[in-house]
């Protein structure tokens, strides 16, 4: 019989919903129950894409006697760590605090006032490598709580009081300076690879707030070093295994220093992230790679990601039925030379091995290789690569698919949206900014309520029950700037707007500037999450700073540019020290420092050849956190347009920045030259 779960709208949780185990949505019923019972909580987040969760699912969840002692003993409660950020936050600054490390999934046990006095991540069915099984940690730990319950609650106490004593050190309100975004760039220096490209050691994550940030940083000062580790960790990334050399898009993270064999996982984040470093690498070097892999991740995106409503799913498994019934990781994308010659005969399925780096031992597992594009130079002509490629993908069609987590997250669908936008402007593709207008259009229709509040998810066109945190507000806003640019319909500034000015009522401290993860009306947990660095994605503080920026830019409106250089406060003090880890922050300050320029085209319609040119040579500016508007004169769509005639009776564009205006021009090599940082 089902449980609790059954009519969630979490893919997640779904799964779990025909589980013996008589698992609860996280719920004040749920601790509700416990207190009647009198027994502890355990907590288990997880999310759709991850490998261990679903290990440890099969395992115990899926397991008669683990599920009779876990109902008997314990309330269950499982959480979809996507769906509810803020839970998945506390909690894991807990495990983190008390074991040292972290990850999903991640295994706690609460009190039922939702204290945590016991943790830990995966356990195994059977004790190994000096774990403990999965069912010794529940005998443990209900033992403590019938035998030594003061032990348990002075325990619980304690976390939770350290918890609270680790509010943020603020630094000052005021933005970092040229100082620290030079020792934030020395810093990158130090951490570089410069054999392999990226930062650090194995595993290795793509860079993606760090790689905007070296960019801009290039861009308003020249510093060739930083646009030299911005390109060499692009390029290695694209000719790595992480990236899909036959169907485009971005794996999550390579397990190894060279970017060979990803965790093959596909999230929508990390694509949108990338699609857009990519046609920002594209406009500053006019790299053929950088275009190719900008488009193929966008085209990535919307074939195999964008769900019937218009908007984009979160994740592709990094799992799939390796053809004999058994789950396997990377199962659907990795290749045997046996397997090549069978679909591209002998001598092909040689050229293509040494085009993708096939070999006869492998790179990954039991002799299969990931795909590469580990030569430099072409060892084959365009349209023979062109002719493998369309074989092996149908091939590769044919294979069961990995499964996809169909909820749409309105801070992803926000960072898509800016993507695709920028992307299909920059390389003339409509059909991509049709893509983002159509998921912006899905966030409004069914995330958005009357008075602008955001919910996180949706699914199959019905919206969920989670409040959005503060990265969806952010996200969402700053999808919705881009897309104002690249369109010229003021109704997406509107948007931004009602977005941001929840961020400042309802996120922000009035009293320091600093911003929590969760609204002031939100579910109080044991403590407000609050964390300004980037993870996989942007941290909500520092995405909001970046769009509070640009709205202020567009708008000029006060209060906005206050609370984004407060926000950057927090950048002045852990930019220099950890800029890993505050990329997307440090980028906000490089716009700072250049104004950001405000740029407003005026012409008589975007289908008149001149206004068009104008306005895609604004965009395609390097000038960092530069903002453009485009509209008729005398039209009202946006606050830059206002008193800008047209010039002579032609087009014009006009730029300005720190209260101060150059001559429009006509000329679009005259504007070029003005934004090009």
């Not at 939702?114 to 403990?132: I, K, S, V």
């Not at 046609?279 to 053929?288: K, N």
């Not at 995106?301 to 799992?319: H, P």
């Not at 369109?487 to 500037?513: C, I, K, M, N, Q």
Request: charged content about 25%; hydrophobic content about 40%; aromatic content about 8%.
């Amino acid at each position: 019989m089902p449980n609790r779960l059954a009519h969630e709208t979490s893919p997640y949780l779904l799964q779990h919903a025909d589980n013996p185990v008589d698992w609860w949505p996280w719920s004040s019923e749920a601790f509700e129950e416990a207190r009647k019972r009198n027994v502890p909580v355990l907590l288990s987040v997880g999310y759709s894409s991850c490998h261990w969760c679903h290990v440890m699912a099969h395992e115990s969840f899926e397991d008669q006697e683990t599920a009779e002692y876990l109902n008997a003993h314990y309330v269950s409660v499982k959480v979809d760590r996507e769906e509810r950020p803020d839970v998945d936050a506390v909690y894991m600054e807990a495990v983190q605090a008390a074991t040292g490390q972290g990850g999903w999934p991640m295994t706690v046990f609460l009190t039922p006032d939702a204290e945590p006095f016991y943790f830990g991540t995966y356990f195994p069915p059977a004790p190994r490598q000096g774990m403990p099984s999965f069912r010794q940690v529940l005998q443990g730990v209900h033992q403590a709580w019938d035998e030594r319950r003061d032990e348990v609650a002075e325990v619980a106490g304690k976390i939770v009081r350290d918890l609270a004593g680790r509010e943020i050190s603020y630094g000052d309100a005021r933005t970092p300076g040229e100082e620290e975004l030079a020792q934030a760039l020395l810093g990158l220096t130090r951490e570089y690879d410069p054999q392999r490209g990226g930062f650090g050691g194995a595993p290795k994550f793509p860079p993606s707030m760090v790689l905007e940030f070296l960019l801009r940083h290039h861009a308003r000062t020249g510093a060739e070093g930083a646009l030299q580790m911005a390109l060499d960790t692009c390029e290695r990334m694209a000719r790595g295994g992480m990236y899909d050399q036959l169907g485009g898009g971005f794996a999550r993270y390579s397990v190894d220093r060279d970017w060979v064999v990803p965790h093959f996982e596909k999230m929508l984040y990390d694509n949108a992230l990338l699609c857009r470093v990519y046609a920002h690498l594209w406009r500053a070097t006019g790299s053929e790679l950088a275009r190719r892999v900008a488009l193929e991740t966008a085209d990535f995106m919307v074939r195999e990601l964008r769900t019937n409503e218009g908007g984009f799913a979160s994740a592709l498994d990094a799992d799939s039925d390796d053809g004999t019934g058994k789950h396997v990781e990377g199962a659907y994308y990795v290749w045997t030379p046996e397997q090549l010659r069978e679909v591209l005969g002998e001598q092909d399925a040689e050229l293509a091995a040494q085009h993708f780096g096939v070999t006869e031992e492998g790179t990954f597992e039991e002799g299969a290789s990931v795909l590469q594009l580990p030569v430099r130079d072409a060892l084959l002509d365009a349209e023979k690569v062109a002719s493998i490629q369309e074989r092996l993908l149908a091939a590769r069609a044919e294979r069961p698919a990995p499964g996809r987590d169909d909820k749409v997250v309105a801070a992803w669908n926000g960072l898509a949206i800016a993507a695709l936008a920028e992307t299909g402007a920059y390389f003339d593709r409509p059909d991509l900014v049709e893509a983002a207008v159509a998921a912006a259009d899905l966030l409004v229709r069914l995330h958005l309520d009357e008075q602008a509040r955001l919910t996180r998810t949706s699914k199959d066109g019905h919206a969920g029950a989670n409040a959005g945190v503060l990265e969806d507000y952010a996200d969402v806003a700053e999808g919705f700037l881009a897309l104002a640019s690249v369109t010229g319909e003021g109704v997406w500034l509107e948007f931004a707007g009602f977005l941001l000015d929840h961020v400042l009522a309802r996120f922000t401290d009035p009293e320091s500037g600093s911003l929590y993860d969760t609204a002031a009306d939100a579910e109080r947990l044991i403590r407000r999450p609050q964390d300004p660095t980037d993870n996989a994605a942007p941290s909500g503080w520092t995405a909001a700073a970046n769009a509070l920026l640009s709205y202020a830019a567009h708008t000029g409106s006060e209060p906005h540019r206050t609370a984004a250089e407060r926000a950057l406060g927090v950048v002045k003090a852990l930019g220099p020290r950890v800029p890993r880890f505050i990329g997307w922050g440090l980028a906000a300050a490089e716009a700072v420092l250049d104004g950001p320029r405000e740029v407003a085209v005026v012409g008589p319609a975007l289908d008149d050849e001149a206004t068009r040119t104008l306005h895609r040579t604004a965009l395609l500016g390097t000038a960092p956190g530069a903002v453009v508007a485009v509209g008729a004169p005398g039209s009202e769509e946006f606050p830059l347009l206002a008193d800008r005639p047209l010039v002579g009776g032609e087009p014009a564009a006009y730029v300005c920045r720190n209260f101060t205006c150059d001559a429009p021009t006509t000329e679009p090599d005259r504007l070029r030259t003005v934004l090009s940082g």
